[in-house]
């Protein structure tokens, strides 16, 4: 596999780790049930999948890919931060 | 006996005589009928051991297993075969070694020689933080009834002088032994389960993908197939590597990520390793079959996939390790390699339980301890299915532990990432 | 037999070789099989199962029968294709899967026992009694598989991995990968043309035909001079592509020096023996040819009976005829060739049978039309073959049999990544499914291609098709001029008739077998594989696996398209584990990571053990100490009146900067940060999502908006990825800088009661209670070298750790012993380390092992309730704040028996000892020489509410039972007036 980083170019992906589905970040104080979800709940679909990975042994950028996890074609590569990711505020 | 007659050395001999002309299906195929009392969603081992043990157990007939492909073409059909009890946390522990004790009794008990060999497994351990971890689990295992002892250096030197103890960059310092695991042929598992559950009437249904889960006011009522609708009073999911969206058919979302796992084989060459092996430094396991194909695997491929089909970073991160460990066996050539898809939950340990639905069963999220856990599985998923209650060797499989926190079984310890166990 | 002058060999150039003990002669530019067919030699080796005689089939490396050893010793290389292993001066091989002889082989005994040996023999039979199977049923069996053997001893030879890159990969070298090679190579695209044999020209060497007007060999000679004199073009021979990955991505192995004789090669001349490739390709062609494939019939596999094609190969590549009579059986016209070829060269052609009744006529050799062979005879060497006709059946004296039926297209690559083959009746074959793999353009042979001139046009267009799919436009070359003789086939898988027809040679799977299978329901072509083995042998079917699924269709009343075909997967050609694994022998498995004071540990006697991918101290023997425990006593002692020096640097270092710095630490640990003075330290502990605890360690404010944060050891890199994580993913607003300075800086810790009068006198600055209290920290200087001096303790002993820039870390580690040594100190290993760390209770990854929480570390307290953290929402969750939940305590031996043991578990002293009883498991050991007795800390259920209770401590491994008291975790100095003076 071979993945684009927006900031190195196209590398070999030995070079990046993965971290799971690219899930918006749940505010920290928002409970149990919605950090189950997010940590540990999974639509898991066989096909396009937006996914975390960070560019680790490169520039240590956080990458959101959507990929298709049946064909493993890479469809999209965003730097994370650009990716609307972000965790809610708190509630309190 | 049913439909292929008992199996015996005499038989072999009558046959072979008579130009081996005697020998019939060892399954049927027969037509879907319109309703059954149980249907099985997945013809893999898990699924056709789960008829089996349904029909031989609790006395159930009116079974149908329902398989996408042919049956054993999952997982069972392409693993690296170890058989073995040697968990340490409680809801493992108990498990698996009713799993083992299952095993040891299953191909007189199918009449069917599946080959399963108890040549002993070594977990190769490199320094005192995973001697004290080998012990705490050596120690687990004897707590649980099962065998297990501690080799230091010299004591295992003997038993594998091949490996490389001195000059490698993590040098050996002893291992775990097991010795009532050991291997078994995978493919005549799934097909032994599969003979067995037949001679009891179960209908197992090949090319047959489920399509949808038909449930009316919270009760299961059927399935929809290729071949049409098939109503059932219960239906039972046990189809790992595709869990995810089986259940979602259900509208149920899991705890289960796909990865792919690989595992590799060697050209056949005269005996040179009898035991499995697997090292602590290297997330490397390596046996020999007994047709002389070095069988090895190691890490997954780390990121969701349906491919079954594999990269070459772990490729080669598995060939290195053997490189490092087993120098003496490197001039062996690597002769196919594939892929299986896993259900990785995110403590690594699997799912057997009840669902949301009524009369919807869930047998899933096997990571890779799917082949070992096959006759117990079935077991254990057949009590569960005919009493409404968990066996007693499978309490903890719940699918909620994620939620409430209690009964996690994370066995290596690498938290709720669903791709590090 | 050699014909003089033929062929592509040096006939002035002998080359001596032997064979099973045997010394015979050979040419340069021989192949071992064409010099053992050139001397008459065809008994090469034995099949799997029954040990048949087997001979040379192929002349590449599919080759399925005449595998060998070469090699000796360790050096012994088993499973050697002869038929591409290419001869050198002294070359030694031996036939494999026989005892004492190929010639006279006793398992050859299991042939008669064949009837009993079927298909799935082995699943019906061997279940009674249950012992035996281990005992006596598995072992005959293992014993009686596997082809060669290994040596036994470690691969000393060299190997190597490269990356290359390229736009265009052209796989093979035939008429199509040639013209895709110079068509791309001359538009200056960079090229990498890899050719899995010896020489370049695919089956172009193996005929007799023209080309541009020219003989064929000089028309390749004179493209591959083209090529080799154009910059951007790289040829690969000897270079065999495996693997097909994901985004361009191919695998490819280059036998670099398995044709040098080793005083040739290997570590003299600092060749490798084999180098394994990672290509990443822009586009690719494949251009890998066909298979030619046998027909079954009775008796199919003696030696003397080989493909059509190889004969051919053999006598216009090599000038060697393998027979003296030499009958053609085929269902095609290709198969003429060679029947026309040998004619040319005098060599006698019985007849050529064709299954066909409008076969080709010829007036140079008699044509049997409508016939087919139905049996042979030959112990070792194929005597006659029975010839089947219409005018009834006939024998025929013949010493070696050409067949063919027909040409497999080489799919396999286009089916790596998971695409199938679709099935053409006309060219009765499998033809690779269009855009399998993305990037890659097939041709010639490979597509369907077979003429020379079709193959020559497809290679052009193909590499204008390539390399227009990554947006480079190529002129079309001009084609030179070639046959371009049309493809006739009729099918013919298997012949009918009694007895046994092989389909898998080296497996020993019949025709008979495969209907069986069926007759078994294991209709599913994955069934029929896997219950007979067919195409399980290690040329993975290329042979076999086309006709064995056409009889199974036959059986089971399928077309072939419906039967389909199994997976085909990576290697293409078998690839030894020591090329993919290069790199890695001895010390090359992981990076080695050395401390700044190596070398002056190893000089105080330092023993070395592995932390991850650190060395180590382990303890520092002095004369007089012959144990460890001797050692470590001494520097716990040691520490505790004086003072010890140990190098820390391997902990992770990471200096983080910035207005929101101490909003990121608020946000990873559990305690509030923001709240830290500027010149103090603070030790924090920090979550996973999942509210289990990842790490811990101090945090230093260094200045205003600058923070150095310490982890284990073991979670460095973890913890990086975490803050890198939480700032670009969670918190991207956060306006922070971080960077990990581990290996910028050689860090000490310098403890014990004497270590202030150390750093004092050893520092610029006044270090006294005011400048350093406990837990302060500041920029100090030492001999002019600018550092960090860090009041804290991991011993609980007043202790400092000093850092300096870490090209200073050896002098300042020679400094510190230098100054220790006469205040009655000196250096500590892990093992004292160890040791003071568990009496003062404190933590490591043995305690924090990824499934404990801060409530059961007892470390709730440092959970703030004034803010929320990362993983403190699930660390809330019910099952996780249970008192029964294992959590930590010391221990302390009661009772007679005074060991403790890492790794024990622990029950109530009235439970019976099993797992339904467990309450716990011991984490940590030690001898306390402090104290005088073992210590420990323990994960125990419900710990800290059984104080002061006896529990019973079992290590069956160790052969230890015993009682223990429940104690609070810090042994030592509790109140910590010590760390503090």
Known sequence: MRITCPLCGARDHREFTYKGAALPVPALDSGVAEWDAHVHLRENPAGPHEELWQHAMGCGAWLKVRRNTVSHEILAVELAQDAGLVIKEDRS | MGFSGKFSGWRVLKEGLTGNKGWTAHWRDPEPKREYDVVIVGGGGHGLATAYYLAKEHGLRNIAVLEKGYIGGGNVGRNTTIVRANYYLPGNSEFYSHSLKLWEGMEQDLNYNAMMSQRGILNVFHNDGQRDAAVRRANSIINQGDDAEILYRDQLKKLVPFLNYDNNRFPIMGALLQRRAGTARHDAVAWGFARGADQYGVDLIQNCEVTGIDVEGGKVTGVQTARGPIKAKKVALAAAGRSGQVAAMAGLTLPIESHVLQAFVSEGLKPVIDHVITFAAGHLYISQSDKGGLVFGGNLDFYSSYAARGNLPTQEHVMEAITAMVPAVTKARLLRSWGGIMDMTPDGSPIIDTTPIDGLYLNAGWCYGGFKATPASGDCFAHLIATGRPHEAATRFKLDRFRSGYGLMDEEGTGAQHNLH | ?981
Not at chain 3, 123 to 150: D, H, N, Q, S, V
Not at chain 3, 200 to 217: F, I, N, Q, S, T
Not at chain 3, 642 to 653: F, I
Not at chain 3, 843 to 849: A, V
């Open chain 3, 1 to 981: 037999m050699r014909i003089a002058g033929k062929g592509l060999v040096s006939h002035n150039r002998t080359v001596n070789f032997s064979f099973n003990g045997k010394d015979y002669m050979g040419l340069e530019g021989d192949t071992l099989a064409s010099a053992l067919l050139a001397n008459d030699v065809h008994l090469v080796g034995r099949s799997f199962k029954y040990h048949r005689p087997r001979g040379i089939l192929t002349a590449g490396s599919e080759e399925p029968n005449a595998l060998v050893s070469t090699g000796k010793g360790a050096a012994r290389d088993p499973n050697i294709r002869a038929t591409q292993q290419e001869l050198f001066e002294g070359l030694a091989a031996q036939s494999q899967n026989c005892w004492p002889s190929v010639e006279r082989d006793v398992m050859a005994v299991n042939d008669l026992a064949a009837p009993f040996l079927g298909a799935g023999f082995y699943y019906k039979t061997f279940m009674w009694p249950a012992p035996l199977w281990e005992k006596l049923y598995e072992p005959i069996i293992r014993r009686a598989a596997g082809l060669g053997a290994l040596s036994g001893a470690a691969n000393k030879d060299p190997y190597e991995k490269a990356f290359a890159f390229c736009d265009l990969l052209v796989i093979g070298s035939g008429p199509a990968g040639l013209m895709a090679a110079l068509t791309a190579g001359r538009a200056g695209a960079d090229v990498i043309l890899a050719e899995d044999d010896s020489r370049m020209g695919g089956r172009l060497l193996a005929e007799v035909e023209e080309v541009d007007g020219k003989p064929v060999h000089v028309w390749v000679a004179e493209a591959l001079a083209e090529l080799e004199a154009m910059d951007n073009v790289r040829l690969m021979p000897r270079t065999a592509v495996t693997g097909v990955y994901d985004h361009g991505t191919y695998s490819a192995l280059e036998r670099v020096s398995h044709h040098l004789p080793p005083s040739q090669s290997l570590k003299t001349a600092h060749r490798p023996r084999e180098c394994f490739w990672r290509i990443a390709a822009k586009a690719s062609v494949l251009a890998a040819g066909a298979i030619e494939r046998p027909i079954a019939f009775r008796n199919n596999d003696r030696p003397g009976i080989m493909m059509a094609g190889a004969v051919r190969a053999y006598l216009n590549r090599w000038g060697v005829a393998p027979g003296e009579r030499i009958t053609v059986f085929a269902n095609n016209d290709d198969a003429h060739r060679t029947a026309r070829d040998l004619v040319a060269e005098g060599v006698h052609v019985t007849a050529v049978i064709d299954s066909r009744h409008d076969a080709p006529d010829s007036g140079e050799f008699p044509v049997i039309k409508g016939a087919m062979i139905c049996d042979s005879a030959g112990r070792h060497r194929l005597e006659s073959v029975t010839i089947r006709s219409v005018n009834g059946e006939e024998k025929l004296q013949t010493d070696c049999l050409a067949v063919s039926g027909g040409w497999n297209p080489s799919v396999h690559l286009t089916c790596h990544m998971g695409a199938r083959p679709e099935w053409n009746r006309e060219l009765a074959a499998f033809l690779p499914k269009p855009d399998a793999v993305p990037g890659m353009v097939v041709a010639g042979a490979a597509n369907g291609v077979f003429s020379t001139y079709g193959a020559l046009q497809d290679g052009a267009q193909a590499a204008i098709t390539a390399l227009a799919g990554i947006g480079t436009s190529v002129d079309a070359v001009p084609l030179p001029e070639a046959s371009d003789a049309p493809y006739r086939i009729s099918p013919l898988w298997a012949v009918p008739g009694k007895g046994r027809a092989w389909l898998d040679f080296q497996n020993d799977v019949t025709v008979k077998d495969v209907a069986q299978a069926a007759r078994e329901n294991f209709r599913s072509v994955e069934h029929m594989k896997r219950y007979t083995t067919q195409g399980m042998a290690t040329d993975q079917g290329k042979n076999s696996n086309v006709a064995a699924l056409a009889v199974l269709a036959d059986a089971t009343g399928r077309s072939i398209a419906e039967t389909g075909v199994t997976t085909f997967r990576p290697p293409f050609v078998p690839t030894s584990i020591a090329a993919m694994g290069a790199g890695a022998e001895d010390q090359g498995f992981m990076p080695q990571r050395y401390l700044t004071s190596h070398k002056a540990s190893l000089q105080r006697g330092a023993a070395n053990i592995e932390v991850g991918l650190w060395y180590r101290a382990s303890y520092f023997a002095k004369d007089g100490e012959s144990t460890w425990r001797q050692s470590c006593d001494r520097e716990v002692t040691m520490v505790r009146n004086a003072v010890g020096v140990c190098d820390v640097s391997t902990l992770g270092k990471i200096d983080i900067q910035g207005p929101d710095a101490a909003k990121l630490l608020d946000l990873v640990y559990t305690n509030l940060f923001s709240t830290l003075k500027l010149g103090r330290v603070r030790y924090g502990l920090m979550l996973r999502e999942d509210g289990f605890v990842m790490d811990d360690g101090t945090t230093a404010r260094l200045g205003e908006n600058h923070y150095v944060m310490t982890t284990t050891t073991a979670a460095a890199g973890q913890v990086m990825a975490h803050l890198e994580y939480l700032t670009q993913v969670v918190r991207p607003d956060f306006d922070v800088r971080f960077t990990s300075v581990t290996d910028q800086w050689a860090q000490f810790s310098v403890a014990g009661p004497k270590a202030r009068d150390l750093i004092d006198a050893l520092v610029d600055e006044d270090v006294n209670s005011e400048t350093f209290p406990f837990m302060a920290c500041g920029a100090i200087t030492v001999s002019g070298v600018a550092g960090r001096l860090f009041r804290i303790s991991f011993s609980g002993e007043h202790a400092y750790e000093i850092a300096v820039p870490a090209r200073y870390g050896e002098a300042l580690y020679r400094l510190l012993l230098e100054r220790a040594d006469p205040l009655g100190g000196g250096p500590y290993g892990m093992e004292a380390l160890n040791v003071l760390r568990i009496e003062k209770g404190f933590i490591t990854h043995s305690e924090i092992n990824g499934t404990v929480t801060a409530f059961d570390l007892g470390m709730q307290g440092l959970v703030s309730k004034k803010k929320s953290c990362w993983g403190k929402a699930l660390s809330e969750r019910d099952g996780l704040m249970d008192d029964d939940r294992m959590r930590l305590v010391g221990l302390k031996p009661v009772g007679a028996m005074q060991a403790l043991s890492a790794g024990a578990h622990l029950f109530d002293p009235d439970a019976t000892v099993e797992r339904v009883n467990d309450l716990g498991y011991v984490t940590s050991v030690g001898f306390s020489p402090t104290l005088g007795h073992m210590i420990g800390l323990a994960m125990l259920s419900g710990g800290p509410d059984r104080m002061g209770d006896t529990i019973r401590l079992v290590d069956h491994t160790r052969g230890i039972d015993t009682l223990c008291e429940v104690v609070n975790p810090v042994f030592f100095d509790p109140e910590g007036g010590r760390v503090r003076g």
